[in-house]
């Protein structure tokens, strides 16, 4: 089955600054790749995805890159700001009716 | 857009008895549910997946008669801890597929006193 994994577990970085998040995948046969957000006690937010005929993709100050061929996805949040802080999940899946499989999580701090 | 009501948000419940969790896909029918548990500090983890009108699948290690799963219609998918322990406490949240992506539920926090 799949296995994802996450890398920082944690991030601090100065408000203002970029911070990037990795994740890789083993299996090829999976096509989307979402990005969670996630609040003490809430839900999973997803902030941004990629789909597989897809190597970039970008919403304000939020991308995620795609390699395919080495299966690895990132996550990039540029001019961080406080309200960034929490913990973000990478996932991988193929999308209907298998599940999706997540990262261990990194909890990014963003230092005012 | 797709929207999935997991109730109760929270509950707490004595040891030895049965909770159940429900999740209504709103708008749309979800012929797949994921259940995962999310443990403090750690991330989702999948416990089964549930089909409408079949018996669920279970992971590796998840308790198929201590979590029962039902998903008699493709609108709701429950899923009941039966003789609750307090190590079961957790955040409980269910998620449909769809061709376009995943719809989650808004989580069931779980505490077993």
């Known amino acids: 089955g799949e296995n994802v994994e996450q890398h920082p577990s944690t991030l601090s970085v100065q408000e203002g600054d970029s911070a990037v998040i990795k994740c890789t995948y083993s299996d090829s046969a999976s096509n989307y790749f979402p990005w969670y957000k996630q609040e003490l006690g809430k839900r999973p937010q997803l902030i941004i995805d990629?789909?597989?005929?897809?190597g970039e993709k970008k919403d304000q100050r939020i991308a995620v890159t795609l390699n395919k061929t080495a299966k690895h996805f990132s996550l990039h949040i540029t001019e961080t700001q406080p309200e960034d802080s929490a913990v973000y999940f990478c996932a991988a899946g193929r999308s209907g009716n298998t599940p999706l499989v997540f990262g261990k999580g990194t909890r990014l701090s963003v230092i005012a | 857009g797709a929207v999935v009501s997991q109730h109760p948000s929270r509950v707490i419940c004595k040891s030895g008895t049965s909770v159940k969790i429900e999740c209504r896909s709103l708008d749309f029918q979800a012929t797949t549910m994921f259940w995962y548990r999310q443990f403090p500090k750690k991330s989702l983890m999948l416990m089964a997946t549930s089909n409408e009108g079949s018996k669920a699948t279970y992971e590796q290690g998840v308790e198929k008669d201590k979590f029962l799963i039902n998903h008699a219609s493709l609108t709701l998918s429950t899923l009941t801890v039966t003789s609750a322990h307090p190590e079961d406490s957790s955040f409980y949240i269910c998620?449909?597929?769809?061709?376009?992506?995943?719809?989650f539920g808004s989580g069931t926090r779980l505490t077993v006193v």
């Open positions: 998620s449909a597929g769809e061709y376009y992506g995943y719809t």
């Open positions: 990629i789909r597989s005929n897809v």
